[in-house]
């Protein structure tokens, strides 16, 4: 790379898996679940209180409610159903990061929601339709109709990339179901980083489920940290 660059880390957390404490000490920011597709009430309190003792900025992460799939299966839904369905939840979550003193930062569709506002209109409008009310930005994969209905309506919109997952020649994230989508060497991930990071993208994302969520972080650290990449929050 020939000039400095500044990333933010982000990781999905507070959905009941062990890691978030440590990945917390690896990350600039966090999306926290909203309790529909994982996570309960205490485990979304203990991650934000512990996001706000580390600096960590905060997001919110809402899903579908369908705790059996972690959110991941695809649904129908009016633009009006995906309004209603994150407001709720970041009615719900904002009640807990007041307890915790800390201020939502952004809004990241978790799962089904996030791949679908890429691709489907109603869904990308009705995502849109939430965050303008809450006055937040929406964080997604860039080039995709969530993107361009933002810039169109004026949202901002935070281009996101990930460093374990595996891309089709069209930019957009190989299926969940294909035994490929996710990648495993280091090698791959380190070229991916850095592959994503040269596209201008402003933050990365850690999939906080992932067993191995602590080991590919302090890989992506160190990956940047040799190509003299600063990790900071993009909103700072």
């Known amino acids: ?22 990945l917390l000490d690896l990350v600039t920011s966090a999306s926290v679940s909203c309790g529909a597709h994982a996570g309960d009430r205490a485990t979304i309190l203990a991650t934000l209180d512990a996001a706000v003792a580390r ?22 839904a009016t633009p009006d159903e995906v309004e209603r369905l994150i407001l709720d939840q970041i009615d719900d979550l904002t009640a807990l990061a007041e307890r915790s003193g800390v201020s939502l930062r952004f809004v990241k569709p978790h799962g089904a929601l996030y791949n679908q506002a890429q691709r489907e209109e109603g869904v990308a409008r009705g995502v849109l339709s939430a965050v303008r009310r809450l006055g937040l930005p929406v964080l997604g994969q860039p080039g995709g109709v969530l993107q361009r209905l933002a810039e169109s309506d004026g949202v901002r919109f935070v281009a996101e990339g990930f460093p374990d997952r595996r891309y089709d020649a069209d930019g957009r994230l190989v299926p969940r179901d294909r035994p490929d989508a996710v990648l495993h060497e280091p090698a791959e991930i380190d070229a991916q ?3 994503l990071v040269q596209t201008g993208l402003e933050t990365l994302c850690i999939h906080g489920d992932d067993p191995r969520a602590v080991a590919n972080a302090e890989n992506v650290r160190a990956v940047l940290s040799r190509h003299g990449v600063s990790t900071r929050f993009w909103g700072a």
């Open 1 to 22: 790379m020939t000039r400095p660059l500044t990333i933010d880390v982000n990781a999905d957390l507070g959905e009941g898996c062990p890691n978030d404490a440590r």
């Open 55 to 76: 600096g960590v900025a905060v997001g919110a992460h809402p899903g579908f409610p369908d705790r059996k799939h972690f959110g991941r299966r695809e649904r129908a």
């Open 193 to 195: 980083v850095i592959r």
